[in-house]
């Protein structure tokens, strides 16, 4: 199975911060990783597919980036509708697999 | 718009089963292939199962296979997970997952499978 590892696993920031969460994986993968955004009581939302692209709608502050094994989700400005958790995810190979997840905080 | 709406959680001894279903609308449901993803209280996503468009292809982590079953209706624009022999650990939000090239771009809202004696 694809191991796939997060980090940090939780972060405070600020308001207006830049923030960045890596997501490693434990064989190449190319590029097959998403990102998904998930709020407390709500299913998780798509942000990032194909490691860089946005889905429809999602604001151009967020952004994805890397291939192979090592990967970078960042947020440019941060606002504060984006206090959630979030999550990668391979699909390069079953079993598909997640990250642990990265909880961004308010400091 | 696309909706995936999920029933059929609750409580249920260990041991026992129960098939959750997920009503799908606003989607050509035969055009996809579909996906339940859990979610243990308070722990990260886990993927369950996979099924293509037409059914053929079914996919399941190591940790479900010979218990879960995903199964589909295009008449009836329904998707399905019959999971048996249920364990505690099994206790999650299990959700119903469209997808699109192994992208999960549609999610319902989750339906709460506690396993409890």
Known sequence: DIRMTQSPSSLSASVGDRVTISC?????????????????????????YDASNFETGVPSRFS?????????????????????????????????????GTRLEIK | QVQL????????????????????????FSSYDMNWVRQAPGKGLEWVARI???????YYADSFKGRFTISRDDSKN????????????????YYCVRDQGRIFDYWG???????SS
């Open chain 2, 52 to 58: 293509s468009y037409d059914g053929s292809d079914k």
């Open chain 1, 24 to 48: 490693q994986a434990s064989q190449d993968i190319n590029k097959y990783l998403n990102w998904y955004q998930q709020k407390p009581g709500k299913a998780p939302k798509l942000l990032i």
């Open chain 1, 64 to 100: 994805g980036g890397g291939s192979g094994t090592d990967f970078t989700f960042t947020i440019s400005s941060l606002q504060p509708e984006d206090f959630a958790t979030y999550y990668c995810q391979q699909y390069d190979d079953f079993p598909l697999t997640f990250g642990q």
């Open chain 2, 109 to 115: 809202q989750g339906t709460l499978v506690t396993v």
């Open chain 2, 78 to 93: 329904t998707l399905y997970l019959q999971m048996n022999s249920l364990r505690a650990e099994d206790t999650a939000v």
């Open chain 2, 5 to 28: 709406v999920e029933s059929g959680g609750g409580v249920v001894q260990p041991g026992r089963s129960l098939r959750l279903s997920c009503v799908t609308s606003g989607l050509i």
